[in-house]
């Protein structure tokens, strides 16, 4: 089961947690970054540094949940670290009693026992404290080397769960420290302690429940420690924790975690002589973890945990009988992944860094160098454009390949308007050459009125302009750059276009006044015509209205002569019969 989350939505490539992690247990591809499993030693340091906030501790918060509804017995075993709390820790003892806690108990009272032990181990010269289980984690997978200087004994906590569990057989152990990687050492004696909660987990449950901590009144542990056995948190505090015989030969307090890898580094290479040496992997020990439910410094935590040593202390000693302290430890399996010189050295001139002083070493990427980042790319834990100075210069020498490029002329002018950069179609657009106007004042190029107005009231104008001398005319925009003082002219050169509009222009005039002649003589002809079929028209009227009365006349006369004829022969005829 992972212990560290990411979410990968929030991560916002700055890789601020890989270069916080000594180890580079965080891996980025596809621009998000995660945890490695197989390296990683779950201290979980890497929570606090993100930024966004895209990673957290695994909440086992509702397992508890789960065993107080079912009525389950819960034990709480209280790490000595927290007497180093904000809020006053008993007031936490009564928080935790509303939430169905049978017992608590410190765990800063099985502490002599453990160490005790610890100064058995005299032939393992230097003997490593196996109680920070980051530590043990550190040497298991990056150290197995060093795993025969390991003390095999349990921690405090394993050694804590066993008593509970021989105690109240059937009992829940929880533990609450503010160790994270308690939680990975939990995983592995899963039948002494049942669930390992961090203080940040128990304070977010508690505020689910509406129990508020500082409104409590103080309650005591069923059992707690001496006041040596809970400074067991502190760098020095195994050595005090000790109640026999003088420690005999040179200690070492180491806290840290880059501390702790160059301490192991040195005792792997033969350079650390001594007897015993406590590395612990938080900065200032367990005061220092990412369990916290605060943001205070690791010297805080230490000032109140040892105002508070004498504090609530009980007189009871549990009556168990001897439980079994030893422990063994074995390499974790991990082979860190090998990668050829030849691919370091070809993916070193494709990215542009064969050189030495190409190399800049920066660590902006999250490596300690480019050749370190350039092997992380071979084993697929990062990518080339990490490199935030690449990148910056490939950006860079895009944006000059446009602006070279395009076709549109630019000048740059600072606060005064003295000329900064004019590109090359600017040079062709005014006539001039960049190196020759290169600090020179904007009036001995152009008008600078409107560049003027452009940093007098930082806005943007846009606008035609035609700049007769040179025979140009262009539309232009002229705009500040917040936070650079500069001021950018972009201009467009638009002298054919207004040519062609012109011509047009006179075009549509020349063949409107055409057209408007044509409509005239049109016109006139049309009324000629109109004139000339009116009188013609008229004249055709009187002469058709003549001969129809000359027709008439005509037919008038024949219908009398007709009937002349036939009365004389009737009458003829008649005279004949």
């Not at 990968?8 to 945890?35: M, V």
């Not at 002494?192 to 977010?204: A, G, H, I, M, P």
């Not at 007769?468 to 705009?479: D, K, M, P, T």
């Amino acid at each position: 089961m992972s212990i560290l989350q990411t979410h990968g939505n929030n991560c916002r490539d700055c890789y601020k947690c890989i270069r916080y992690c000594p180890l580079k247990a965080i891996g980025f591809a596809e621009d998000q970054a995660a945890i490695i499993d197989e390296q990683c030693l779950y201290d979980g340091l890497c929570t606090h540094v993100c930024p966004q906030g895209s990673k957290e501790i695994l909440s086992e918060f509702s397992t508890l949940e789960t065993w107080a509804d079912n009525g389950e017995q819960i034990v709480f075993l209280m790490g000595p670290s927290y007497l180093g709390l904000r809020d006053d820790p008993f007031r936490l003892n009564a928080a935790a009693q509303r939430l169905g806690v049978a017992r608590i108990e410190e765990t800063a009272w099985a502490v002599p026992d453990v160490s005790a032990r610890y100064w058995q181990d005299e032939q393992k010269f230097p003997g490593l404290v196996s109680a920070c289980p980051a530590l043990v984690r550190l040497v298991e997978v990056h150290y197995p080397k060093l795993l025969p200087h390991l003390l095999t004994t349990v921690s405090p906590m394993v050694a804590h769960g066993r008593s509970v569990k021989q105690r109240y057989p059937g009992a829940k152990t929880v533990v609450i420290d503010s160790c994270v990687a308690r939680k990975w050492e939990q995983q592995h004696f899963p039948a002494d302690v049942d669930l390992v909660l961090t203080f940040q987990e128990l304070y977010r449950g508690l505020r689910k429940h509406g129990i508020n901590v500082r409104s409590q009144i103080p309650a005591k542990p069923d059992i707690s420690g001496s006041s040596t056995a809970r400074q067991f948190p502190l760098e020095t505090g195994w050595e005090r924790s000790w109640q026999g015989s003088d420690i005999q030969g040179k200690t070492w307090a180491v806290s840290g975690f880059q501390e702790c890898i160059d301490f192991l580094e040195a005792l792997q290479s033969g350079s650390i002589q001594g007897q015993w040496a406590n590395l612990m992997l938080c900065p200032g020990g367990c005061l220092g973890g990412a369990g916290w439910n605060d943001y205070d410094k690791v010297y805080v935590r230490q000032s109140r945990l040892m105002s508070r040593l004498s504090s609530h202390r009980t007189d009871d000693r549990p009556t168990w009988e001897p439980v079994p302290l030893e422990r063994k430890f074995s390499p974790a399996g991990y082979q860190r992944q090998r990668v050829a010189e030849g691919d370091i050295h070809d993916l070193l001139v494709k990215d542009g860094k064969e050189a030495l002083k190409d190399q800049l070493d920066c660590g902006a990427c999250g490596y300690d160098s480019c050749r370190e980042m350039i092997v992380a790319v071979l084993q697929g834990k990062a990518q080339l454009d990490m490199c935030i100075p690449a990148s910056r210069t490939q950006a860079e020498t895009m944006s000059n390949i446009i602006i070279k490029a395009t076709p549109n002329g630019i000048i740059v002018v600072d606060p005064e308007l003295n000329i900064l950069s004019v590109n090359p179609a600017g040079e062709k657009m005014f006539q001039c050459r960049n190196q020759d106007v290169t600090g020179a004042h904007l009036s001995e190029l152009i008008d600078p009125a409107d560049f003027q107005r452009v940093r007098d009231e930082q806005r943007m104008v846009v606008g035609n302009k035609t700049y007769e001398i040179l025979g140009l005319s262009a539309r232009q925009l002229i705009f500040p750059v917040e936070g650079r003082d500069v001021v950018i002219g972009i201009f467009v050169d638009i002298t054919k276009e207004q040519q062609r509009d012109a011509e047009m222009q006179h075009l549509k005039n020349e063949t409107l006044q055409r057209a408007g002649e044509v409509i005239e003589k049109q016109m006139r002809v049309a009324q000629e015509i109109a004139g000339l079929l009116g009188e013609t028209t008229g004249e055709t009227k009187i002469l058709l209205t003549q001969l129809m009365h000359l027709m008439d006349k005509e037919s008038d006369a024949d219908e009398g002569g007709n009937n002349r004829v036939r009365g004389t022969s009737l009458r003829g005829g008649e005279q004949e019969r």
